[in-house]
């Protein structure tokens, strides 16, 4: 690519944010129709790179190219003007609009049909495969619906040069096929792609090159094809990344039978979960794979009280023989049962609290958290137990959660559930937007947990992680569990099989 012009190009790009580097001296260029990934933990400094690129922040020094013409965006609305359009990684819909309004948005003539604007918005999104209804408004839309109008507006504005930060991160695997095939018509149509993504395996898959950021410098670039998933790994961090031990597994001690801790049968929640049935025994991890939209996640939901089932005929839960029906998650968190969100910042944690503070805040969900006076030093005692046995990386044991990577952030949700020890705990896709360096330290809590004899649910969408992690996988299809592995027998092949047909 050397004889052509680049569309952009960074020379010795940096970013200073108080003093620190964000970004420090990297060199970045982007061809046109070509597909050019940027990996890296979080924190390396691939959002920042390409928010310079998208004219969301100015570079503190360095040079910025436009088609050999060296430019200075002073906001996003320039960037978009050249032809250069980024998707977020965080939404960046309005959520009281429309699908269609949003889609257009930025590009609406003087006068408006909505007629025609739907019209328009319904091409968009079945040329991409995407099945959204261009009238509903975004704020009642999911993770993944909103991820596609996200996609289907970037499309619309016709970019030349289009940045996906994370955009297969709550894509289903079909969507994911769809979306990539998207990816490949834009390439062919000369448009140059960043694409930003934890997932290495679609980055070796999708790209033509790969560069890799490790605490805000350039690594390397080099052809897709000339790098493996190890040599990934090992630039993005430094050294050799090993996986969890798969040989950890659950077996029967002295042929005794293993304890039955939870049994679910026929659960049902509206049109979502469709009879639903499944055992837990101690000592064990199930993993529970399936589409987006299978009743997985509100399952796990139901079970711990978030969500109520049906009234009548809505099925039974029993814990240890003894029925029960929980009306909040405190009464499951009572009982030691608890649900480790799929979604860390909204749900998961308080963002401008301390990692202490955050931890304690679990342990206040318990029976003693009427105890809002127990000692400092006892908080601080039991959140540095917990940071340890989590290997909860920061320069502070007092810094905010917010300041922490995306992996130590799921740990210290991780930790909020364990300090309330918990004897059935739901983890919902437990590595999703994790530091690659931190996937297999949170399988090996995983792990270790069941090995502690507690009864360990893993709802994942990524394949891999549930081939490594668990002992029973369970496909879920439509609300309902419809296959059951061993996972000494299971392929990805067939739980995608089991999960589609």
Known sequence: MSDRTPFIRIEAGSK???????IEGVDFDLYPGEVHALVGENGAGKSTLCKAIAGAIPLT???????????????PGDALKAGISMVYQESSLVPTMTVGQNIELGAEKLINSFRQLNIKAQQQLQSLSFHVEPSALVSTLGTAQRQMVEIARAANQKARAIIFDEPTASLTPEEIVHFFQLIRDLRDQGIAIVFISHALEEALQISD???????????????????SREQLVHHMVGRDVTKAPATARAVPIDGRPREKVLSVENLTMGEIVKNMSFTLYAGEVVAIAGLIGSGRTETAKVICGAFKRNLINGGHVYLRGRPVRYRTPTQAIDDGIVYITEDRKINGFFETMTIEENIYLGRLATRLGYRWLTKASERRRIAGALMDRLKVRTLSRNAKVIELSGGNQ????????????PSVIFFDEPTRGVDVGAIPEIHQVIRQLASEGKAVVVISSYLPEVLVVADRILVARQ???VEEFDAADATEAGIMFAAIH
């Open 61 to 75: 020094s360095g040079r910025y190219f436009v088609e050999g013409r060296q430019v200075r965006f002073a906001r």
């Open 479 to 481: 609300g309902r569990i």
């Open 410 to 421: 799921q740990k210290v949700v991780v930790a909020k559930s364990l300090v309330q020890e």
């Open 16 to 22: 200073i944010y108080g003093g620190v580097h964000a």
């Open 209 to 227: 090159r790969i560069t890799v950021l490790r605490d805000g410098r350039k690594v390397i670039t080099a052809a897709a094809a000339s790098l």
